[in-house]
């Protein structure tokens, strides 16, 4: 059974940081592309990062770009978004999704975890 779980959420103040990890569990997976979503309150859903299984590369949202990064350990088959500096506006719902290729395009995952909330407010 495939499934993706979220964790590391929490309530931060701004200038914070947190460290989001998607472990999974019924596939490997560093055979997938891995993407990171956020949703925030009356918000529709938004990609803030995704890397990808082919070449390792990866994606940031601009606005993300230089405060979060996103790695994998394949042992743990885990994929984690270390989050810096945090702002307010990054004050939503985040979640992994695995996908065949990087897309801000959610209809392009397929398996979704269930979200990890994250709060940044002083």
């Known amino acids: 059974q495939v499934q993706l779980v979220e964790s590391g959420g929490g309530s931060v103040q701004p200038g914070g940081s947190l460290r989001l990890s998607c472990a999974a569990s019924g596939f490997a997976l560093d055979l997938q592309t891995i993407g990171w979503f956020r949703q925030a309150p009356g918000k529709e859903r938004e990609g803030v990062s995704c890397t990808r299984t082919n070449d390792g590369s990866t994606y940031y949202a601009n606005s993300v770009k230089g405060r979060f990064t996103i790695s994998r350990d394949n042992v743990k088959n885990t994929v984690y978004l270390q989050m810096h500096s945090l702002k307010p506006e990054d004050t939503a719902v985040y979640y992994c999704?695995?996908?065949?290729?990087?897309?801000?395009?959610?209809?392009?995952?397929?398996?979704w975890g269930q979200g990890t909330q994250v709060t940044v407010s002083s």
């Open positions: 999704a695995t996908s065949i290729d990087c897309s801000d395009d959610e209809i392009t995952y397929d398996y």
